[in-house]
């Protein structure tokens, strides 16, 4: 062997091996093939800082064969991705194959062709020690914050809660932007449209007025006011607009659009992404740089000369804007911008599709518009009303691409307004004063969230998703959707034509319906809580952001990685020690009332395995008695009432069949007891309100798949017959039924073949066919490593 070039993903050595041919061999290391040890801190603070590297337990036969190749190979090339991380993958398979310098070769590409792979062989370079520094340095601090302050968390808080330095921000902006809600006071107010008709041709005016009234009294003394008044236009401004494209994709603006338009977490953008890159569709997936490479503008020209004519056609080079942007120094695009659809799943075609879109739409033409806006004077009144519209002359880059918002749908408005000239008299159809309310401002989604993180420049491409995934992971935050509130809408209308009385009608609508958001979790309040009083500095947005700039400075080379870490550490770690000594225990209680039974306090906390409600204090003679709080339920919103209700468990239901029906909820979850024995609740029944019917329903069906199971283990196990001197077995399991042959099972198709006739021949195919299968995945593994 010649050649070996080692990635660090086999889908991505698949691609590279057919491009480069026989000359090498391409092999994966799986990601990163050392790391700081999990349950240790491994760092040597007295040293320096010093990371302890290990390879990990299911990478040590990796190791081995990959330590063989390289040196079986005349010369290694390390091939990993372009950014930090990938610098750091390359360093630590050179320091631990122990690969010699004159036969080791770094060589990075922004995409994977053949043209930038080989273009990469004929430029190599050494590895980059500044990169390496600076994923080194993130490593060892996000190590020292989360294993100084977790064991903090679980002697004040709860055991098995964590911290992280970028992590607890994120949940800090969830928490604050939770508060701003649940401090906000809606208010409703009554906003004033009206229907006029001009010229001969009764062309309709839609317009509206340019003054809100805050009551129904208000609201209705105006539309009495304008009955028999003269509406003459006061004025006509037609001007026109250019409308210009967003640049191409970076990491995160792919994450919210792709959010927005598809529908996808960030989590799953970037799966999908890493899967067109690897297969050679786009360059690389992580990066904060909106640069288009020269080869990358002259392809988008004739890409849009071809399909949409010269006109449409305006090169554009854009800058990036994000101080310390460093991942790929291209913005995200597709390889080759003539391949217009690919050949891969559905997922993947659709996230294709919107990176060319958006590539494309940046090198085309400025949208041509004409805006028209329009004045509507009333006798003896001071407002007016304002009527606006939009006409698309060229449409340009919209006529591939339209940039999303949170709040907005995909359409462009381009309604046209009727010829209307300077002093033109107006009649009034109709006009109507609608109840609106004031909107708290809206929660997180993971889009926002990413570019919240991205304005406050805290993180950086290659971590906001990991982010994102650790705090929803560790319950600190949920992602759900909420129904909307009940409101009621108050309409006022005049129809001088017809009546010069108000009409007034009321109509329910249901508005404020969250979907896929992000609400902050009790537990993730009181951690926020905590931090925010004990470790201010690391919560602080301007800290963390300070802390990724130093990260630069070291990937820059202008800064020393230990010196980095030694400014954070040493008055982190007396705040630490003071936290350790001083701080008091939390439970985030609330006190909601006085149980009127008892008399005593009652509280919502959160306690050694969850949220839960105390009745009693802890600190009489008399035990307090407990009850777990339901899901949905929160500390900071559960009424008394809602609290009292948990303490109503045991319920006797009723009885069947002679004997007591007893629901209640125990150490596994809720369950049904009757006759001696429990029955367990599925997750749709609710133990407080689930009525008799229910529960002997679950008690008769669970009892017969009980007497089904126990007459099946009586059949069971069903010999077959012989196959090369060994019986085969049929039987029935947990996951349904299955074959035993020389000790080793074999799942039988679903719903084609009974356990207790399946033939000897049937059988032993089932057996051949599944030994047969295994042989190919076990072939294609050997290859791809």
Partial sequence: MKNLVIVESPAKAKTIEKILGKDFEVMSSYGHIRDLAKKEMSIDIDNSYNPEYQISEDKTKLVADLKKASKDAEMVWLASDEDREGEAIAWHLRETLELPKEKTKRIVFNEITKDA?????????????????????????????GYEISPILWAKIKPALSAGRVQSVAVRLIVERENEIRNFQTQ????????????????????????????????????????????????VETKPAR?????????????????????????????????LYESGY??????????????ALNMAKKQIGEMYGERYVKTRRYHTKIKGAQEAH????????????????AAQRRLYE???????????????????????????HKEQFTCSGEQVLFDGFLKVYYESTDDDVEETPTHQLPPTKNGEKLSLEVANATQHYTQHPPRYTEASLVKKLEDLQIGRPSTYSPTISTILKREYVIKEDRGPQEFEITTLTIEPAKSKTV???????????????????????????????????????????????????????????????????????????????????????????????????????????????????????????????????????????????????????????????????????????????????????????????????????????AEEKERLRTLFPHEIGEYEGEMVVSNVGKFGPYITYKGENYRMPKN????????????????????????RAKGRKKKSQ
Avoid: C
């Fill in 117 to 145: 792979i080989l273009n990469s062989i004929k430029q190599p370079r050494d590895i980059d020690m500044n990169l390496v520094d600076a994923q080194q340095a993130r490593r060892v601090l996000d190590r020292l914050v």
């Fill in 188 to 235: 409703s107010y009554y906003r004033v449209t009206a229907s006029f008709l001009n010229g001969d041709d009764n062309h309709k005016l839609l317009a509206e007025l340019n003054r809100r009234f805050d009551t129904a009294e208000e609201a209705k003394e105006f539309l009495e006011s304008i009955y028999g008044a003269e509406f003459k236009v006061a004025k």
């Fill in 243 to 275: 409308r210009s494209p967003a640049p191409p994709f970076t990491t995160s603006t792919l994450q919210q659009e792709a959010s927005r338009k598809l529908g996808y977490s960030v989590a799953r953008t970037m799966q999908i992404a890493q899967q």
């Fill in 282 to 295: 786009i360059t690389y997936m992580r990066t904060d740089s909106t640069n288009l490479s020269e080869l």
């Fill in 330 to 345: 291209e913005a995200i695009r597709p390889t080759y911008m003539d391949n217009v659809e690919i050949n891969a799943d």
């Fill in 354 to 380: 919107l990176i060319w879109k958006r590539a494309i739409a940046s090198q085309m033409a400025d949208a041509e518009l004409e805006k028209t806006t329009i004045d509507i004077n009333i006798s003896q």
């Fill in 503 to 705: 009409h007034q009608s009321t109509k329910t609508e249901y508005l404020g319906a969250e979907k896929g958001k992000l609400f902050p979790t009790d537990i993730g309040t009181i951690v926020n809580q905590f931090l925010m009083e004990h470790f201010t500095e690391i919560m602080d947005y301007n800290f963390t952001a300070q802390v990724e700039k130093d990260f630069d400075d070291v990937a820059n080379g202008t800064k020393e990685w230990r010196d980095v870490i030694n400014e954070f550490y040493m008055p982190f770690h007396r705040n630490v020690k003071q936290t350790q000594s001083h701080s008091k225990r939390t439970s985030g209680e609330r006190l909601l009332g006085t149980d009127p039974k008892t008399g005593k306090n009652v509280y919502a906390k959160i306690g050694r395995y969850g949220t839960l409600i105390q009745i009693g204090d802890t600190n009489t003679d008399e035990k307090p008695q407990f009850a777990s709080m339901k899901k949905g339920q929160s500390i900071e919103t559960i009424t008394l009432e809602e609290a009292l209700d948990l303490f109503s468990l045991p319920r006797t239901l009723g009885t069947f069949e002679g004997s007591d029906v007893v629901v209640s909820i125990g150490r596994f979850g809720p369950y049904v007891r009757h006759d001696g024995k429990f029955y367990s609740l599925s997750k749709t029944s609710d133990p407080y309100t689930i009525t008799l019917e229910a529960a002997t329903e679950i008690i008769t069906v669970k009892r017969a798949q």
């Fill in 752 to 775: 084609t073949l009974d356990p207790l006739t399946i033939t000897l021949v049937e059988a032993v195919t089932i057996i051949r066919e599944s030994q047969e299968k295994k042989s």
